[in-house]
């Protein structure tokens, strides 16, 4: 075998060995899934965050690091750090431009419902292990 032959093959093994460990999860991070809902119809697109349980959303928040719901409105986040409680809120970007644009986006956070509107309330996943329908059932335009 040539030499220029072994160096590729072993170049080819280094980067399959790299994309395999990017691919795989960590296995003592947790998952939330659940679905998105607006206007009582599931919401694909739509971006799913976990944010630090002292901070609610904020004028120009960035969404490309979010999870994107699928067509059926479902979401799933992986390697969501353990043991750490998150809120989590989904943004409707309707005017496309990857920031959370109050009076336009649409907002909605996982809750409780009061009786007038859904309340954030927070979520955290043991290790390893899967938390599920963690819905956001509705999205608002708000002001701020
Ligand atoms: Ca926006």
Do not use: H
């Not at 907002?107 to 292990?129: A, F, I, N, R, T």
């Amino acid at each position: 075998m040539k030499r220029g032959m072994v160096l590729r093959i072993f170049i080819l093994a280094a980067v399959l060995v790299l994309v395999a460990s990017v691919l795989t999860c960590d296995p003592s991070k947790g998952i939330i899934t659940g679905s998105v809902y607006y206007l009582g119809q599931p919401c694909g697109g739509t971006y799913v965050l976990l944010l630090d349980e002292d901070s609610l959303i904020f004028l120009n928040q960035p969404l490309e690091n979010g999870t994107i719901t699928f067509d059926t409105g479902g979401y799933i986040v992986v390697n969501v750090k353990p043991d750490t409680y998150y809120y989590v809120v989904a943004v409707k970007d309707l005017n496309g431009d990857l920031k959370y644009t109050p009076g336009t986006d649409a907002v909605g956070y996982y809750g409780d419902y009061d009786g007038l509107e859904w309340l954030p309330k927070s979520v955290s996943v043991p290790p390893g292990q899967t938390v599920s329908g963690i819905d956001i059932n509705e999205l608002y335009v708000l002001p701020f």
